[in-house]
T-cell receptor, first 114, second 111 residues
Framework: AQSVTQLGSHVSVSEGALVLLRCNYS??????LFWYVQYPNQGLQLLLK??????LVKGINGFEAEFKKSETSFHLTKPSAHMSDAAEYFC????????????FGTGTRLKVLA | EAQVTQNPRYLITVTGKKLTVTCSQN?????MSWYRQDPGLGLRQIYY???????DKGDVPEGYKVSRKEKRNFPLILESPSPNQTSLYFC??????????FGPGTRLTVL
């Protein structure tokens, strides 16, 4: 079975500051891991994914995430926040074999302060 | 343009009146899925389909039905909607276990 925990339902950062959104997962099989972003009144779009290749994954809009098996984590970072990064971010896990279920975290709303 | 479409985008209905939300994708994806999004709960998977005529329950299937008769379509059926099914619904598709492409969402209100 898989599960995802996102620490912090709301995160505020100043424009230009580091963005760090936390995601921990559990999975009984090697996982695929994803970060999605949702802007107001829109669907979700993929930021980046880990599918058992490189552990440091780079995505769109300057975001990246590192898969750490020992810590069961897949935290999302961006060196310098921009006002346009304000959105809700979701971490998700699926199994690389067996079930095709997708499990999403409860989301983190990022606020960027001028 | 590659896309997932959902209809209707907004729907207000009354308890017990059967409704169907349609979902269609033009990317020839095998995998399709329905989610509901509720504040503080994130997205929860209702049903998913790995291919035509192959469907399975997600985490919150009660009160919903699906069918996959064609690869491109995956309608969500609420046979007897209740107020606790008021939510924002998303359809998504993907090629196998890869990233999912989401539709724009359907906001459903059941009175």
């Amino acid at each position: 079975a898989q599960s995802v925990t996102q620490l912090g339902s709301h995160v505020s950062v100043s424009e230009g500051a580091l963005v760090l959104l936390r995601c921990n997962y559990s999975s009984s099989v090697p996982p695929y891991l994803f970060w999605y972003v949702q802007y107001p009144n829109q669907g979700l779009q993929l930021l980046l994914k880990y599918t058992s290749a490189a552990t440091l994954v780079k995505g769109i809009n300057g975001f990246e995430a590192e898969f750490k098996k020992s810590e069961t984590s897949f935290h999302l970072t961006k060196p310098s926040a921009h006002m346009s990064d304000a959105a809700e971010y979701f971490c998700a896990v699926s199994a690389s074999s067996g079930t095709y279920k997708y499990i999403f975290g409860t989301g983190t709303r990022l606020k960027v302060l001028a | 343009e590659a896309q997932v479409t959902q209809n209707p985008r907004y729907l207000i209905t009354v308890t017990g009146k059967k409704l169907t939300v349609t979902c269609s994708q033009n990317m020839n994806h095998e995998y399709m899925s329905w989610y509901r999004q509720d504040p503080g709960l994130g997205l929860r998977q209702i049903y998913y389909s790995m291919n035509v005529e192959v469907t399975d329950k997600g985490d919150v299937p009660e009160g919903y039905k699906v069918s996959r008769k064609e690869k491109r379509n995956f309608p969500l059926i609420l046979e007897s909607p209740s107020p606790n099914q008021t939510s924002l619904y998303f359809c998504a598709s993907s090629r196998n276990r890869n990233e999912q492409f989401f539709g724009p969402g359907t906001r459903l209100t059941v009175l």
